[in-house]
C-alpha cells in the first residue's frame, strides 16, 4: 500500500454550520496546509468544491500556492460541467471521476475533513 496522502473535498466549504465561517474555515485549513513540512500527494475537488479552483473564490490563491509546492490538484470535470465553471478554472487540472477513484484506492490515506 502506498503511504500517499489525498484530501477530498466536495464543497466549498468547511462543515455544516454558518456559510461564511465555513469559508473562512477552508482558506485557513488550505494555508494551513501550505505551512505543514508534509504535504498531500493531491487534493481531489468534486461536486461543489470545484467552486474553489476558480476565480470566483478567494481559496484558489491557496490551492495556486499548494499546487506551485507540488502538490496536485484535480477537479471533477463533471462537476465543472454540471456548474458551468469550465471557463473560470484558474488552478488544477481537470479529472474523470475514473482517475479520482484510482487515486483515492490507490493512497495511503485518503482525508475528507
Same mark, same amino acid.
Given at each position: 500500500?502506498?503511504?500517499?496522502?489525498?484530501?477530498?473535498?466536495?464543497?466549498?466549504?468547511?462543515?455544516?454550520?454558518?456559510?461564511?465561517?465555513?469559508?473562512?474555515?477552508?482558506?485557513?485549513?488550505?494555508?494551513?496546509?501550505?505551512?505543514?513540512?508534509?504535504?498531500?500527494?493531491?487534493? *481531489?475537488?468534486?461536486?461543489?468544491?470545484?467552486? &474553489?479552483?476558480?476565480? /470566483? %473564490?478567494? $481559496?484558489?490563491?491557496? @490551492?495556486?500556492? *499548494?499546487?506551485?509546492?507540488?502538490?496536485?490538484? &484535480?477537479?471533477?470535470? /463533471? %462537476?465543472? $460541467?454540471?456548474?458551468? @465553471?469550465?471557463?473560470?478554472?484558474?488552478?488544477?487540472?481537470?479529472?474523470?471521476?475514473?482517475?479520482?477513484?484510482?487515486?483515492?484506492?490507490?493512497?495511503?490515506?485518503?482525508?475528507?475533513?
Amino acid at each position: 500500500m502506498s503511504d500517499e496522502v489525498i484530501i477530498v473535498f466536495n464543497s466549498s466549504r468547511f462543515g455544516q454550520g454558518n456559510p461564511q465561517l465555513g469559508e473562512k474555515l477552508m482558506i485557513s485549513f488550505l494555508e494551513s496546509l501550505a505551512d505543514q513540512s508534509a504535504k498531500p500527494r493531491a487534493i *481531489l475537488l468534486y461536486n461543489s468544491a470545484v467552486v &474553489l479552483a476558480t476565480s /470566483q %473564490s478567494p $481559496a484558489s490563491t491557496q @490551492l495556486d500556492t *499548494l499546487e506551485k509546492m507540488g502538490v496536485e490538484i &484535480l477537479v471533477n470535470e /463533471q %462537476s465543472l $460541467a454540471f456548474y458551468n @465553471l469550465g471557463s473560470v478554472r484558474t488552478v488544477g487540472k481537470p479529472a474523470d471521476m475514473t482517475a479520482m477513484t484510482e487515486r483515492m484506492l490507490n493512497a495511503g490515506l485518503v482525508v475528507k475533513p
